[in-house]
């Protein structure tokens, strides 16, 4: 975040039916190509125009597993040219795919994203199967902080971090993360209070960040606090910025421990932004609106 | 189930250091490829050959994706494979994904797993990217009943189910599905009471039971007296027989609205049976425990 002077992460949720003009060559490249082929050529290309128009003015970007999975073997070939793509041009790589499971199955996923497999010929040598090599992962606390310490035990290995979902910023959080619990607060709140166990075990000496993160909405600025009390040490991955509502200017509670601790997401309101009109060209609309988080976020530290 | 005699599900997590030796074939082949390549072959064959041993015992196979997934691309091509196999063979297929995820992203989830994405070249014609056609995924219902309702959007318009996570089988389950709540009960008896609203909108006409099932652990049987009163009508997904400690004799309040109310699933207890001694080769002792499991069901109702 210092080097880069932006707490901006670039969320690419790619549709194949709203790709930049750059997919389209890609696509018909691959003409003949399977349907999922095609639709992951012209996705992959998409990213990358993506990531070469704003790279500059984010620190990372968020790929979203679920659009790149849907298309297949290629679609998860695409996910990891993208992930090199974005690691190529210096930025930081936040996979998200909200995984949770017990033990050896959340160490799978955690090898996939964060690790790697050993394969076939063996743990020694040649056999090791590469993951995704993503930075850090998002994860589903439902199922416990066992399942969580799974998660951690391979990122920390590969020096790779989680961000564990806590209030989200869709309304039907409402139905489960905001019940009010038997013991005080809320399930969100208690939440955060496994997180901020397992984040204790593991902070960086500068910062005093600790490698578990959390997520929380922009969407409803009043929980920041209340989480920061719970939280001081994680960093925020905050989504809900843009189109679902939520405004950078509200976000100053999640900055308090320093500005690396909140990471401002935005996928749509960037890649989307020559929708809003104006005539500039996707990548230019695109660049802009990335410039104005990114000015907007740093004024709050 | 009442055409196969069977509530038996068959787990698939394969693990690249303990596959059967159909997989050694199959990885020697494609010497020379890539580790992700090679351990993905080997996972293929040894799938292939479980599935061909004890399909007969069984009534559906429940594959894991994170032990694909890990496996890259050409992971999810085997994955693919993998389900191709399990629906000649005359199964079901329970994608044990555990996704979840808001609105437009659990679509594409359900996209990926239950039904179809449109492609780059629209939605008509042959621009329509197919899914691995799963007849059911596992979602997590932290983030609301919003998000379940995504994915049950798609699965409905494909004929296809969802399992819901409710009380899991791992110690953690306590950290926070086992949280009481201030309006009484625990938070996954509220989970529960969701799930049941959203299965009363979509029954079977004839034996009433609803398109939504629960995931329900089968090493606490005293949940599922409970579980069953809130879900009358749901399908129970049983993980946890065997490895994990759980009795088939126990879970007898899962199937009290019918045979197909209660799907027992079995993994390393199946598909390494051999490793308990006796000197049977993997495919005849998988089968002998699977015919084991079926009738200690079956006797049930």
Known sequence: VAERESQIVLGLDPDPLALWPEADDAAAGALGAAPAARAAAGVLAHCRAVIDAVGDAVVAVKPQVACFERLGAPGWHALAATIEHARAAGLLVLADGKRGDIDVTATAYAQGFLGATPG??????????PGLGADALTVNPYMGLDTLRSFAAVGRAHDAGLFVLVRTSNPG???LEDEPLARGGTVWERVAQLVAALGDEHRAPVSGLSDIGAVLGATRPEHLTRARELLPHAIFL??????????????????????AAGLVTASRSIVRAHEQGGGASPATAARAEAQRLRAAAWALG
């Open 173 to 175: 959080a409402a139905d």
């Open 238 to 259: 905050l989504p809900g910025v843009g189109a679902q509502g939520g405004r950078v200017e509200d976000l100053a509670p999640a900055f308090a421990p320093g500005r």
């Open 120 to 129: 076939v010929g063996g743990a020694g040598g040649d056999g090791i199967i």
